[in-house]
């Protein structure tokens, strides 16, 4: 993040493994991203209590931890959109004063691990998502060609993967990709995970500045509904390890462009 957000004319190389990352995996790892290692240590910590505290002190633990994920989205999302050749502030208008999500995982041990699943294979719904593990205890996997891959979390780092909306917003440029959590036999597992949505006024739908940035123009390979609209079709979407349930609702098939029903 540290050359990202430095000199324009010197982040070049930082910025094409940033788009190689969100167009060709959909999934990576962000270090040097300014969040205070003290910081992210007290979360850590305080996350091992969470689920004995009260609401109140669930609240205090989040606000601060909170803003500050929030100023690395808005730095992600605006370096995606130069990538996507579209202006820095493109994307950052749309998730400008956007909803916020947070969930802390915590997965038991179980001494038949081989037989159950800790999440269901899916993709986020969401636009970006930033997960921090809180301790060192394996389980986050992606699926890539047919096989599941375990990611390796680097310390201090945030996991970060392309969501749906964002999928939908670059046109299929990047894609959100299938990620499911399993269980440990011996250990708990506890993890972060932040999701970030546009503002309740953005039409999710390909962004028309994608769609004409050549002469001849491109199709959009995706619907365009409003977020109220998007957010109701997506309740309907069930968690059952089918896959991307959503991102094939909003997909336009190749028959419909050609008028066919």
Same mark, same amino acid.
């Given at each position: 993040m540290s050359k990202l957000v430095s000199d324009s004319h010197a982040d070049g190389d930082e910025l094409a493994k940033l788009h190689s990352a969100c167009r060709d995996w959909g999934f990576f790892q $962000?270090?040097?991203?300014?969040v205070a290692n003290t910081m992210m240590m007290k979360m850590n910590a305080d996350i091992q209590e969470f689920f004995n505290q009260s609401l109140h002190e669930k609240m205090a633990t989040l606000d601060q931890y909170s803003t500050e994920?929030? *100023?690395?989205? &808005? &730095?992600? %999302? #605006? #370096?995606?959109?130069?990538?996507?050749g579209l202006e820095p502030g493109k994307l950052l208008s749309l998730f400008k004063e956007g909803m916020q999500g947070m969930r802390m995982n915590y997965y038991p041990p179980c001494k038949q691990a081989t037989k159950v699943i800790g999440l269901a294979p899916h993709s986020d719904a969401t636009g970006l998502t930033l997960l921090a593990q809180v301790n060192e205890v394996q389980g986050l996997q992606i699926k890539r060609d047919g096989k599941w891959i375990p990611i390796d979390p680097i310390p201090g780092a945030f996991i $970060?993967? $392309?969501g749906d909306i964002i999928e939908i917003m670059s046109n299929g440029e990047y894609k959100s990709i299938e990620h499911r959590a399993v269980v440990n036999p011996e250990k708990e597992r506890l993890s972060?995970?932040?999701f970030h949505s546009p503002n309740f006024s953005a039409t999710i739908g390909p962004l028309s500045n994608l769609l004409t940035k050549d002469k001849k123009g491109q199709a959009p390979n995706y619907k #365009?509904? #409003?977020?109220?609209?998007? %957010?109701?079709l997506g309740a309907k979407i *069930? %968690?059952?390890? *089918?896959g991307?349930?959503?991102?094939?609702q909003m997909k336009i098939q190749p028959e419909a462009l050609n008028g066919e029903k």
């Open positions: $962000v270090i040097n991203h300014g994920l929030e *100023k690395l989205t &808005s &730095s992600l %999302l #605006s #370096s995606m959109a130069r990538n996507l $970060v993967n $392309v972060i995970a932040t #365009s509904i #409003s977020h109220e609209d998007y %957010l109701k *069930k %968690l059952d390890g *089918k991307k349930g959503l991102i094939h």
